[in-house]
């Protein structure tokens, strides 16, 4: 076997299926400390989670070792947020040890799925931010970038959505209490954080100006290893995340003065800091846990990037030569100011050249444009927490803006806007002006939105520094979204054209010309069909919903948010519902309308939306007339795995947020990878899956968001729009006055009274013909079902571009420099 390259530790594992038999018994007894007679279905997980996991870990410390002979140049992606999902089935198929595995645990006499089942998703982040680190770090893996990611452990993930009375309701998700199986501690790997304290100022003995931050509090930041193996197995990249412990110290302050609870109170104190993911989408503003949550894993990061560059190098000035840094958004900002303050306070480098390093180290990718998620913190809460720092971004500032007034002599409308100090309404730090000002380049997500970055929120920037600003559309993983989530399709696909799609997916064109063969049209739409099936054996078995399987399955699921419109949604089930009852001889195209996501703990108007979907659909669902024309479905819990049952059984996937908000999409392209046709405006990614997969095989539809700023500056007058549109005044009448909510009538008028009379600012009320008119536009094509499997086939074939291997390719050679 040539699996590994440099001298094997130890023999190479077998992959055969008796080896993995004899791995999984093993396992079993002496990791898990059970035998078949007593062992759950979860012991099984166990069991082959670690047999699994000994095979990732063969070509881990290789790939690793390999990096440093080489001296290759790292790429450290940090992120508040990996949103991983499970690792098994996905680890098996890129270790291509599937099948094998599959047999074995199958003739050990277990259900492989259900075994599967038992795992627990990491579920370490909020929506698409998240999924998109932790597609970046699949794909990285699989083309070979030395990729490694850094994020936080957090004890408590993304919260478990239930629905009671149609209400969510959170429970904390416990992720960690069966252990985790792929996480290695590393109880060596400990840095200390500090927070809070003075900075004293003084002259060395060279008489240099120098800082010093001293007095502050001490947490320990412990690292967590994931290894992240890459399509083929051969490498094998590594994620580490910082989980917080107290300082020994800390404690024996109180242990001294005899206080061993009050020394043990603190100590958890400290530990909350990677307790808990905040669970907001968007928007936490001003907490200051969060803030020290941002720092905490920031200072662990930089000074293990620091540590490991000092392994090989003494010369300061090839950081950036060996060392790229990505932002995910704003969250990871202060690496700026601490990359800073390290290289100047503590190594004693010269102010402007660790400027230099920094901003050839940095790059930092925007999210979004809405201002309400714009990260800003208070210039007190900054002090308080972190007093170097401030001084730093202070004198960055200043700098700055010396350099702009130069170039703008007595502009000082443009001092004020690009500031890295918001003034209004209190001081506050900008984290997107540190970012931008700390990084040599800063990236949008999709065309759209870096053409949107560069005209609105960065336009000074854009002026002041063009070229920084580029473009990286986003991508997903066709492993996870396509290989693993739809293992029919993926079969099919494989028959016809070979598996070299899976790690080049452009591949995907030569099923074009199979879009006119009818045999293969009847495969495709059976497997649709088939998948169709799953995703209803899981919604009648867990929700008690009975749906039809003939019916259009028209999807959206993505977190419950105000500017993704899922209210426009249910103003077309209301419409549709309205049309059915008014008109016994309509004879629609049957519709199953399924609407899954979660709602930020605060975000009243969110979950609002959530209980007027429930409450539609337990008036529709059973309402005699309707019948099976038209249901319902609330999936509860979105998370990555039931993302993956979802996306392959979608017909029709709905993306119709205002255009000129969602910054790229992700669920958009996972769909159409699936064979689903999208229903959308002309936003984010849509615009690009447009170009790829042809107008006429999508329904787009909606103001533009040059039409929507416009229509937004010129007033919109949402009163006329509704008085215009019967159906729509219809609609919202029924909602409002209560149809739908008869225990409570008034209970959704806040909902209405947002478009009525709260000034529509997401448009839906401008939005809302045009969508109805795209939506029948859906059923004329669904009642050719040829025609509808043509364009799905051809959706899947123009998909190429929306790999993250495209996405990786580009973030390498445009802003990593690495290869
Ligand atoms: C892909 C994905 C998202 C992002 O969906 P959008 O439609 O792009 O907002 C959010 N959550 C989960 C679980 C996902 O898999």
């Known amino acids: 076997m040539t699996k590994r390259i440099g001298a094997p530790v130890v023999p190479l594992l077998g992959d055969d299926v008796e080896s993995i038999k004899y791995a999984l018994s093993s396992h079993l007894l002496y990791t898990v400390g059970k035998e078949p007679v007593n062992a759950t279905a979860r012991d099984w997980f166990m069991a082959a989670a670690h047999t699994v996991r000994d095979r990732v870990t063969e070509h881990w410390m290789p790939t690793l070792n390999r990096y440093y002979q080489d001296d290759r140049k790292r790429v450290y992606y940090l992120s508040m947020e990996f949103l991983i999902g499970r690792t098994l089935v996905n680890s098996l198929i890129n270790l291509g040890i599937y099948d094998n595995v599959r047999t074995a645990i199958t003739e050990l006499g277990q259900d492989f799925d259900e075994v599967a089942a038992w795992e627990v998703e990491a579920a370490l982040g909020n929506g698409g931010l998240g999924r998109l680190a932790a597609c970046l770090l699949d794909s990285m893996a699989t083309i070979g970038v030395a990729g490694f990611g850094y994020g936080i452990r957090y004890d408590y993930g993304m919260f478990t959505q239930h629905v009671e009375h149609g209400w969510q309701v959170e429970s904390p998700e416990n992720w960690l209490r069966y252990g985790n199986p792929w996480e290695f501690p590393r109880p060596g790997v400990i840095y200390p954080v500090r927070f809070g304290g003075k900075v004293i100022h003084y002259r060395d003995a060279l008489g240099h100006a120098r800082s010093q931050w001293v007095d502050a509090e001490e947490v320990m930041a412990m690292a967590f290893d994931v290894p992240v193996p890459g399509y083929g197995g051969k490498v094998v990249n590594n994620l580490r995340l910082w989980s917080a412990k107290s300082t020994r110290e800390f404690d024996l302050k109180y242990f001294n003065a005899g206080n061993y609870i009050e020394a043990v109170r603190d100590k958890n104190e400290s530990e909350t800091l990677s307790k808990v993911l905040y669970p907001s989408d ?16 920031v200072a662990a990061s930089i000074q293990d990037i620091l540590g490991r560059f000092r392994k090989s190098h003494s010369d300061w000035s090839l950081l950036p030569d060996k060392v790229a840094i990505q932002l995910n958004d704003t969250h990871p900002a202060l690496v700026v100011a601490e990359l800073m303050r390290v290289l100047v306070d503590e190594h004693q480098i010269e102010w402007s050249k660790a400027g230099d390093i920094t901003r050839r180290c940095c790059a930092y990718t925007n999210h979004t444009l809405l201002p309400e998620a714009l990260e800003t913190w208070p210039v007190d809460l900054f002090q308080r927490v972190l007093p170097r720092h401030l001084e730093i971004v202070y004198q960055m500032n200043h700098e700055f803006l010396q350099g702009v007034r130069y170039r703008h002599p007595g502009d000082s409308e443009l001092l004020r806007r690009v500031s890295l100090i918001a003034e209004e309404g209190g001081q506050r730090v900008r984290m997107a002006h540190l970012a931008v000002i700390g990084s040599h380049k800063v990236n949008g997500v999709a065309a759209i939105h870096t053409g949107l970055m560069k005209s609105t929120i960065f336009s000074d920037f854009e002026h002041l520094s063009p070229g920084k600003i580029t473009n990286k559309t986003n991508g997903v993983t066709p492993r996870r979204w396509l290989l693993a989530a739809n293992p029919r399709l993926s079969r099919l696909i494989t028959e016809k054209i070979g598996d070299s799609w899976i790690t080049d997916l452009d591949q995907l064109r030569k099923l074009e010309k199979l879009a006119d063969n009818k045999a293969f049209r009847k495969a495709f739409a059976e497997v649709k069909r088939a998948n169709k099936d799953s995703l209803a054996a899981m919604m009648s078995m867990r929700l008690g919903v009975d749906v039809d399987v003939e019916s259009l399955f028209d999807v959206q699921v993505k977190r419950i948010h105000e500017y993704k419109r ?23 195209v049957p519709r199953t309308v399924i609407i899954g996501g979660k709602a930020a703990p605060g975000y009243h108007i969110a979950k609002l939306i959530i209980k007027l979907i429930n409450d539609i659909a337990e008036v529709v669902n059973n309402d005699p007339q309707v019948g099976r024309t038209l249901k319902v479905v609330f999936v509860p819990n979105y998370n990555v795995s039931t993302a993956e049952l979802v996306m392959p059984a979608a017909d029709l996937s709905e993306q ?54 416009r229509r937004r500056m010129d007033g919109h007058d949402a009163q006329a729009a509704v008085a215009a549109n019967p159906e729509l005044a219809h609609a919202l009448d029924l909602i409002g006055s209560g149809f739908f909510s008869p225990d409570q009538p008034d ?15 997401y448009l839906l009320t401008a939005d809302y013909p045009l969508y109805m008119a795209a939506q029948d536009r859906v059923d004329q094509t669904y009642r050719d079902p040829e025609d509808w499997t043509r364009k799905a086939i051809l959706n899947v074939a123009r998909m190429g571009k929306f790999s993250s291997d495209r996405t990786v390719a580009e973030y390498a050679r445009e802003i990593w420099n690495a290869i």
């Open 282 to 297: 968007m928007t936490d503003r001003g907490k200051e846990l969060r803030f020290k949550q941002e720092y905490f894993f």
């Open 566 to 588: 899922q209210l426009l949604n249910v103003l077309h089930v209301v419409t549709r519902y309205n049309r059915i009852r008014t008109n016994p001889l309509l004879n629609p």
């Open 656 to 709: 119709i947020s205002t255009a000129g908000t969602e910054a790229s999409g992700t669920g958009n392209m996972k769909m159409s990878m699936n064979g689903a046709l999208t229903i959308g405006t002309w936003d984010g990614a849509n615009v690009e899956i447009c170009e790829e997969v042809g107008e006429e095989n999508m329904f787009l539809f909606g103001l533009t968001a040059q039409e929507v700023a």
């Open 747 to 761: 209970r959704h008028r806040q909902l209405v009274d947002i478009l009525t009379s709260g000034g529509d600012h």
